[in-house]
């Protein structure tokens, strides 16, 4: 399914004057099935355009055309719909019940001899027109239509259209501050389940006070309302005449400045632009003010985050948004020598989550000019090749073939951008693979390598600023591992990596919010490496012991939780509160058996027990007993499942476990990439 947007302006068609950007053609929208469905919504002055572009593709055939309501500037096309007056087609139209008169009547006005040349009467008999009632839903070919009533003056419907895996909304005119609590609520499950919608903002944040009552929303209003559900990508439309392309853009740019870690895709509605499943609308799509600055909004994103891998992974998504690449790598140098194979994402092969796992892989590579990124490491110069299996004879770089051949993928399009850090010094590569365009690869534009070049100064100098943070906590805990023999710099990293893995597959599985996803697993990681800091105020003679510990000694040991807390004792962010959580809590059991080290702090039970606790507990145990300790060899993989299995509610929260069953490649690879 293709939508194609024809008419995006609002009240009246709006031509020259600064609008051309957008458009200023009213309302009107194609809709395109796989399977040659065509239903359009809406006539306003685009339809003319529109019927002029299917009388050219094709000699004839059936369309079928909805109306959201009958104000002026969403029928006042119909007349120069050139398909009315062609015999080879035949049109349904369809409009909801609302007050005054029928569909037909009022056709019949807008065709009326005093207004127009011919009457509905000359053209009309080859047409249907129906009506329909508000919350109706129905099949056109392979699509699925269903409409739900929206608040404008004297009513008027939103449509939500589902074909070939995916779905479409159109919120018609609507506003939500003169809609009732039921009906918003409505209007938000109503259109919860769509891919895109395309929403009414007709009215700036600073015009809308003064026109409020005339059945319009801004932008801000569908921000919040769209927030409340999965919805990730808006397209803004309905533009209001007055509005030049510079005055629609500072609204944009308006939000961004507003939410800058806002956790959705938003555009304006443009006159051609072409909305598909794949297509991900971006800030980038569309020419942006001077004041707005995408990247400036990225980099106060991922300048929350700490945590080296949520960093690498927002780079490289947002690095694959702009290039529109199907794959990605991220190489960071390791040492004078050797790039390490530190991130990478393959929509085809690795869809979603599961390309959690390729995280963790312990590889690297060479940095010489034999590969294309260790080329790029070396010169500090970008890569843009059409297709890596055609590389000019005299370029020092070969392509290595060996992922293709294992894995049936075809790399085609390569853009590889070096990350040049402080002291320019390279501290790794950023290379996207396979430019989608309708499906198939194809080379990256002039304008993604300038963008990814953009991109890339912010990465690097996160990169680098995480990866000090980084060292800077696992050198401590190295230091407290000099004391604890168990408590190793791998140990912790192992069991931070687990936890945030967990949480990741949890939190997807119960529609937790992405950003608030990123963040959490972001804070989770590092606060389960300090899961055991408290083990600095434990006895050498305890922690040391190679063998069983008497009864006392047990209890001595028990403190290392509450003095682990009493380190973040008076919080003051949201690292502290889950450090303090997970240092007094992780050795508590779901059966109400564990302990605090604290006799003030009862045991907990169930999910009384903190969330980020009773995720680290499992992550700590599976590590020791896989692992090798002073007093015993590490445990088969298999026979450590087993037991993490067994105390599904007794030790461990079912629910948690399940969870730990279910990324169980993904810990695999975690224990593999730090290994002791």
Not at 9 to 32: A, K, Q
Not at 240 to 250: A, G, I, Q, S, V
Request: with cysteine.
């Amino acid at each position: 399914m293709e939508v194609t947007l024809w008419g995006t302006r609002g009240s009246f068609p709006r031509i020259g004057g600064g609008t051309s950007g957008y458009g200023g053609n009213t309302t009107c929208i194609e809709v395109r099935t796989d399977a040659g469905d065509i239903i359009i919504i809406d006539a306003g002055t685009g339809i003319r355009d529109l019927g002029k572009k299917l009388q050219k593709s094709q000699q004839g055939g059936k369309c079928a055309l909805f109306f959201t309501h009958r104000h002026w500037d969403h029928v006042h096309g119909l007349t120069s719909f050139d398909l009315l007056y062609n015999p080879e087609w035949n049109i349904s139209i369809f409009g909801p019940q609302l007050e005054f008169e029928s569909w037909s009547h009022t056709i019949c006005t807008i065709f009326n001899t005093c207004y127009f040349p011919l009457s509905w009467k000359d053209i009309g008999h080859r047409h249907k027109v129906e009506d329909f009632r508000v919350g109706d839903s129905f099949n056109v070919g392979t699509a699925l239509i269903e409409t739900c009533a929206c608040s404008h003056p004297n009513g008027c419907v939103s449509y939500k259209i589902t074909a070939d895996g995916w779905t479409f909304f159109f919120s018609g005119d609507h506003e939500w501050e003169t809609a009732s609590p039921a009906e918003q609520e409505a209007l938000e499950k109503f259109m919860g389940s769509a891919d895109v919608i395309l929403a009414d903002a007709h009215f700036s944040n600073e015009d809308y006070p003064a026109c409020k009552g005339w059945g319009h929303s801004n932008m801000n209003q569908w921000v919040e309302h769209v927030l409340k559900t999965k919805v990730q990508r808006v397209v803004f439309t309905h533009h209001h005449p007055d509005y030049t392309d510079t005055m629609l853009e500072k609204c944009v740019a308006d939000i961004w400045r507003a939410h800058p870690d806002l956790p959705l895709r938003t555009i304006l509605a443009r006159e051609g632009l072409c909305i598909t499943k794949e297509t991900e609308t971006h800030p980038l799509d569309v020419v942006l003010p001077a004041t707005y600055c995408p990247m400036c909004d990225f980099s106060r994103k991922i300048s929350r985050y700490a945590d080296p891998g949520l960093i690498l992974g927002s780079v490289l998504t947002e690095a694959r948004s702009l290039g529109q690449a199907d794959a990605g790598t991220i190489y960071l140098l390791e040492s004078d020598d050797k790039l390490a194979f530190s991130y990478a994402q393959n929509e085809t092969l690795f869809p979603g989550s599961a390309a959690n796992r390729m995280t963790y892989l312990n590889s690297t590579i060479p940095k010489n000019e034999q590969s294309i990124a260790g080329y790029v490491a070396i010169s500090g110069i970008t890569l843009n090749i059409l297709d890596v299996y055609r590389l000019p004879v005299h370029v020092p770089y070969t392509f290595n073939d060996s992922f293709d051949k294992s894995t049936g993928y075809r790399t085609v399009s390569v853009l590889a951008v070096p990350l040049i850090g402080s002291n320019n010094k390279t501290v790794g590569v950023l290379q996207l693979i396979n430019s989608l365009k309708n499906g198939k690869p194809s080379a990256f534009t002039a304008d993604a390598q300038h963008h990814l070049e953009q991109l890339a100064i912010t990465a690097a100098d996160s990169i680098e600023r995480s990866r000090l943070s980084n060292e800077l906590l696992v050198r401590m805990l190295e230091t407290s591992s000099l004391r604890d023999p168990t408590e190793t710099a791998n140990h912790v990293m192992r069991v931070g990596a687990m936890a945030a893995e967990v949480y990741n597959c949890w939190a997807e599985k119960h529609d937790i919010p992405i950003e608030e996803l990123r963040t959490t697993k972001d804070t989770l990681r590092l606060a389960a490496m300090l899961h055991d800091v408290g083990k600095v105020g434990v006895s050498d003679l305890i922690l040391k012991k190679p063998g069983k510990l008497t009864t006392e000694e047990f209890f001595e040991m028990q403190k290392h939780c509450a003095m682990g807390a009493s380190l973040f004792k008076e919080p003051t962010s949201l690292m502290d509160i889950m450090a303090r959580n997970i240092a007094l809590h992780h050795h508590q059991k779901w059966n109400g058996k564990g302990y605090t080290g604290d006799s003030s702090v009862p045991p907990l039970s169930g999910t009384d027990i903190p969330l980020e606790a009773r995720i680290t507990a499992i992550a700590d145990v599976y590590d020791a007993l896989v692992s090798t300790r002073c007093y015993k060899s590490p445990m088969p993989v298999e026979v450590a499942l087993e037991i993490i299995q067994k105390e599904s509610g007794a030790h461990f929260d079912p629910e948690v476990v399940d969870t730990f069953m279910e990324i169980k490649d993904v810990i695999r690879a975690i224990h593999d990439r730090f290994s002791e």
